[in-house]
């Protein structure tokens, strides 16, 4: 069984699209997070929900839009696509925000291309 | 604010080689601390983690230890095998909202 899954893997699209990014976990976590890993490898944090509820909303533009729609899913819609929204972007889950102890587990990644 | 400094790769080893990847630190407090690789094509793994100083990470002969005095969490294995090439990133546990807070991530690359 996937603990956290992620579909699609790969999404090509043209610039000015609009496409979602589904993700689901099974270990029954509160926390969720989306991930965005650009073309250095380099990750940084995008939003993260907790029971449904927003938490972390990060310097992202708005045509990024975060749901979820119960505290096993997150999904990531996004807007007007450009170019330079190519990237791996990455679902994780926790048991809980923030606690000392907390492992993140991740999903298989999305490999977006914006033609 | 949080960050996490890691050595820049590419890392080539022959195998059997001794391997450090160096990971350092700037945060209040005690944050805790993880490795996480990942292999071509694929996400992220957790390799190991410490959530307190002096606490040692262990996990498929890859080890770190927790040094607050230094601020470091150096990943090391004694012996490297060629299923070990992949992109190695430190980690830390970023605050009350609990994201990570990623290093680059460095790229080894193991040869037989």
């Known amino acids: 069984d996937t603990a956290v899954s992620q579909t699609p893997k790969y999404l090509v699209t043209q610039m000015g699209n609009d496409k979602s990014i589904k993700c689901e976990q099974n270990l029954g976590h509160d926390t969720m997070y989306w991930y965005k890993q650009d073309s250095k490898k380099f990750l940084k944090i995008m939003f993260s929900y907790n029971n449904k509820e927003l938490i972390i909303n990060e310097t992202v533009p708005n045509r990024f839009s975060p749901k979820s729609p119960d505290k096993a899913h997150l999904n990531l819609h996004i807007n007007s696509l450009e170019l330079g929204d190519s990237a791996v972007y990455f679902c994780?889950?926790?048991?809980?925000?923030?606690?000392?102890?907390?492992?993140?587990?991740f999903g298989p990644g999305t490999r977006l291309l914006v033609l | 604010g949080n960050s996490v400094t890691q050595m820049e790769g590419p890392v080539t080893l022959s195998e059997e080689a001794f391997l450090t990847i160096n990971c350092t630190y700037t945060a209040t407090g005690y944050p805790s601390l993880f490795w996480y690789v990942q292999y071509p094509g694929e996400g992220l793994q957790l390799l190991l983690k410490?959530?307190?100083?002096?606490d040692k990470g262990s996990n498929k002969g890859f080890e770190a230890t927790y040094r607050k005095e230094t601020t470091s969490f150096h990943l090391e294995k004694g012996s490297v095998q060629v299923s070990d090439s992949a992109v190695y990133f430190c980690?830390?546990?970023?605050?009350?909202?609990?994201?990570?807070?990623f290093g680059k991530g460095t790229k080894l690359s193991v040869k037989p």
């Open positions: 994780a889950s926790s048991a809980s925000p923030g606690g000392a102890r907390e492992t993140q587990y």
């Open positions: 410490a959530t307190k100083a002096d």
């Open positions: 980690a830390l546990l970023g605050g009350s909202q609990g994201n990570l807070i």
